[in-house]
């Protein structure tokens, strides 16, 4: 399968402050990235979907203003969570997407860990 | 509704045992359906992929089955190990494009 990386893997940053994550396809070029949040002990939740040299498309409930996300080439994707709060804290995972064969597959990123403090 | 639930929520197993984990899903149009393996603070790996004309892939020690008519998936782990521990998540794809639904998922502990 394909190489997603992401990185940092792990930041810790104050409450005010912006971070950014990148999400890299490091052997293909994916026209499509996914953005996911995760709870502990919860299952992985949608945040948003960007094309590459589009906008991106937010799932309900998420601020659009708050997590910024840029998709400037077919091989980086990044998210920005602006002005975080402890309840930012979170597991995000970016996942990029591309025609393996015959289906449309998605190959995840190893997580970022963000506590905001 | 599309949706895909699995069971159970957790599971412990004595190392060396066999677990069985079940999905179940009402995707429509179906694509395929994946297992993931995600280890604690890391993103999920993929076991095995499943389309509609199969019912049984192997990998190692990992056996997927697929009932498309029930719309039935299952994980089977033969003889377990410690590293086998983790939360294993079921994820279907839809054929509408770029879709995917995912399990809340199951968390396996393997103990000694």
């Known amino acids: 399968g394909a190489v997603v990386s992401q990185h940092p893997s792990r930041v810790i940053c104050k409450s005010g402050t912006s971070v950014k994550i990148e999400c890299r396809s490091l052997?293909?070029?994916?026209?499509?990235m996914f953005w996911y949040r995760q709870f502990p002990k919860k299952s992985l939740m949608l945040m948003a979907t960007s094309n590459e040299g589009s906008k991106a498309t937010y799932e309900q409930g998420v601020e659009k203003d708050k997590f910024l996300i840029n998709h400037a080439s077919l091989t980086l994707s990044t998210l920005t969570v602006t002005s975080a709060h402890p309840e930012d804290s979170s597991f995000y995972i970016c996942?990029?997407?591309?025609?393996?064969?015959?289906?449309?597959?998605?190959?995840f990123g190893p997580g970022t860990r963000l506590t905001v403090t | 509704k599309n949706q895909v639930e699995q069971s159970p929520q957790s599971l412990i197993i004595l190392e060396g045992k066999n677990c069985t984990l079940q999905?179940?899903?009402?995707?429509?149009?179906?694509?395929?359906l994946r297992w993931y393996k995600q280890d604690t603070g890391r993103g999920p790996v993929s076991l095995t992929i499943m389309t509609f004309s199969e019912n049984t892939k192997s990998n190692g020690r990992y056996t997927a089955t697929l009932d498309a008519d029930t719309k039935q998936s299952s994980l089977h782990i033969t003889a377990s190990q410690l590293s086998d521990s983790a939360s294993y998540i079921c994820v279907v794809s839809a054929k509408a494009g770029n879709q995917f639904y995912f399990g809340t998922g199951t968390s396996l502990t393997v103990i000694p």
């Open positions: 996942s990029a997407g591309g025609t393996d064969r015959f289906s449309y597959e998605q190959y």
């Open positions: 052997d293909f070029q994916a026209t499509t």
């Open positions: 999905c179940n899903y009402t995707v429509s149009p179906f694509s395929n």
